[in-house]
């Protein structure tokens, strides 16, 4: 959560350089991201939405753990009840604007779009033209699914077409985008937030407390 600014709203790009400089990780550090989104009930979301981030400022070699520090443990992997502290490092992004959706791309009707939140989300508004697929649906065990079971949810799309993924805030969209890249689809991550904040106040749809829900996650 250092990263953000508020719920679904990164800090600016040196910012957030600065802040994995501190913690001792340069752009040309090999880096395993994990963890789990445990108020979303477990799952990788926490980890596949800093991978999102990290590719976005152009770190080429990052990659995401297969299963949670649990499943490490169980396969005999070390562990440790303590975190590792790294002499600071100078860390130079190189923004990567193709890993995000703006709201013009998402408007102009040149791409696939996917709502990743719950069907009873979807149910009370949702970006015009999209296609409910939960992130739930990716997941096996708080796993990213198998190849065979990703090509089965993603045969309604057409893999020549870009694809757009949203959530309320991105982060639990970031399983359904990441599982995209994982399977060779030209995908892009994007907010519902963002959506509603371009809409005339008149025509915002709303959620059923009466105002757009900015902490989802």
Not at 74 to 91: C, D, H, I, N
Request: aromatic share 10%.
């Amino acid at each position: 959560m250092e990263f953000f600014l508020q719920p679904g709203i990164l800090k600016q790009a040196d910012e957030v350089a600065s802040i994995l400089g501190e913690a001792g990780i340069s752009r040309e550090d090999s880096v395993v991201i994990y963890g789990e989104c445990l108020p979303c009930g477990g799952g990788p979301s926490v980890a596949t939405y800093v991978y999102w981030m990290m590719k976005s400022l152009g770190h080429e070699k990052a990659k995401v753990l297969d299963g949670t520090a649990e499943d490490w443990a169980t396969a005999g992997g070390a562990t440790s009840g303590s975190a590792e502290v790294l002499p600071r490092k100078e860390y130079i992004p190189l923004v990567n604007s193709n890993y995000t959706a703006t709201f013009d791309l998402v408007k102009s009707g040149q791409v696939q779009i996917i709502d990743a939140r719950t069907p009873p989300e979807f149910a009370m508004g949702t970006i015009p033209g999209s296609i409910s697929m939960p992130y739930e649906s990716v997941l096996a065990d708080k796993k990213i699914t198998g190849e065979d079971r990703l090509d089965m949810v993603f045969m309604v799309l057409n893999k020549n077409q870009p694809v757009v993924v949203f959530t309320n805030t991105g982060m639990k969209g970031s399983v359904v985008w990441f599982a995209l890249e994982m399977m060779g689809y030209d995908a892009r991550l994007y907010s519902y937030q963002d959506w509603m904040a371009n809409q005339q106040p008149d025509l915002r749809e709303v959620d059923g407390s009466g105002g757009l829900n900015e902490t989802a996650i």
